[in-house]
DNA sequence: GGTACAA
DNA sequence: TTGTACCAACGCATT
DNA sequence: AATGCG
């Protein structure tokens, strides 16, 4: 394999056969401590089950792999083909977390790999979500988010969207964080850009642009920054896009354009949070950030719900078509 | 959450 | 048998 | 070259 460089990381992809049914209902009991799921034919081995991950709102791990179960269908095509970075709390939500990349061993031979080599020299097999029981086994090793790449593995220096990520600054009010996704919107409408809304579950919010493969991350980056800084000197009351945390003015909110960066990853869509309310990281339309929402509107207890009644809002990003051609804004 | 290894 | 360590790492900006 | 940042 060539040596890696900074538009240049070779990654390859070791895929089992596919079993890639649509499920019905996967009920996991909640009486059992621990068991053993067979989907499609993967044995999936489930443990700690009754072992509380929200103490205060009696939230279990299983209720939590439940809720993964019943978001399948809508979370699975976005995490498809995507190395995964793993954030595990085997203790739960309030307890300690650590990162990790390496999909650990010994694992079921089914979960497939993302082979992607570092400029350091770096080799990192990432695993795949790509199916139920997949998802499953990783929310069992204690993730509570997932955390996937841009970038599909095939190519994983050219990601399949740009991206905005709203933090507001300690003294911003959520509202200042609505009020700046819609300047975000209105510079991105101007560009001819798509663009789609998200909270985060956290504090921010999430503004994805769906584009056409080909430009590298370090170029979308580029391009990222140019659209934070002409938005924060339009705004500068609201808005700042200054990384350097003491020379931020407080009281604004954040454009962090710095995600994207080759490497780096985003809570995803229709992630849970560790967060005390159990919130959601949650699809939602610009009506609805024009009449004002809140972060704690979305949880593990309602989404669902939602869901059924509106489908995936984000389904626009994982469209062939109709993607942004950031072709003639490149330097 | 699970393994490896030391005590 | 129990206890503890380990589990990631990019690249740009600033100094 | 080392540190800060997320
Ligand atoms: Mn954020
Ligand atoms: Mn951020």
Redo the contacts with the bound molecule.
């Keep these: 394999m060539a040596k890696a460089h900074?538009d240049y990381h070779p990654a390859k992809h070791t895929a089992a056969p596919r079993a890639r049914a649509t499920h019905r209902r996967v009920e996991i009991p909640k009486d059992a401590e621990q068991l053993e799921l067979k989907l499609s034919g993967r044995e999936v081995?489930l443990?700690?089950l009754k072992?509380l991950f929200w103490p205060e709102l009696k939230i279990t791990?299983r209720d939590l792999l439940q809720y993964y179960a019943d978001v399948s269908s809508v979370l699975l095509p976005h995490l498809q083909d995507r190395a995964m970075?793993m954030k595990?709390?085997?203790?739960?939500a309030a307890g300690e977390f650590?990162?990790?990349?390496?999909a650990?061993?010994?694992r079921p031979a089914w979960i497939e790999l993302c082979s992607i080599e570092?400029?350091?020299g770096?080799i990192?097999d990432f695993p795949i979500i790509q199916d139920l029981a997949a998802l499953l086994w990783v929310i069992?090793?204690?993730c509570i988010d997932l955390n996937q790449w841009y970038a599909r593995c095939d190519d994983v220096d050219r990601p399949d969207y740009l991206h905005f990520?709203l933090?507001p600054v300690p003294g911003a009010k959520f509202e200042q964080v609505l009020e700046t996704a819609l300047a975000v919107r209105e510079a991105l409408d101007s560009l001819g850009m798509p663009s789609y809304p998200k909270t985060t579950g956290s504090k921010g919010i999430h503004i994805y642009v769906p584009i056409l493969r080909g430009p590298t991350q370090?170029q979308i980056?580029t391009i990222a920054?140019e659209i934070a800084h002409v938005l924060a000197s339009a705004n500068p009351q609201l808005i700042t896009a200054i990384?350097?945390?003491?020379n931020r003015p407080k009281g604004r909110v954040l454009v962090?354009y710095?995600?994207n960066?080759?490497?780096?990853t985003l809570a995803s869509i229709y992630s849970v949070r560790p967060t005390p309310k159990a919130c959601v990281s949650t699809p939602v339309k610009w009506k609805e950030i024009e009449k004002g929402i809140k972060i704690d509107d979305f949880r593990i207890d309602n989404v669902r719900k939602r869901i059924e009644k509106l489908g995936d809002l984000w389904n626009p990003l994982l469209d062939k078509r109709k993607r942004f051609d950031l072709q003639p804004y490149l330097k």
């Design positions: 900074r081995k443990t700690n072992k791990k970075v595990r709390y085997p203790n739960g650590f990162f990790m990349k390496r650990p061993s010994p570092h400029g350091s770096n990192i069992n090793l204690g990520d933090d370090k980056w920054k990384y350097k945390v003491a962090d710095n995600q960066a080759w490497g780096r």
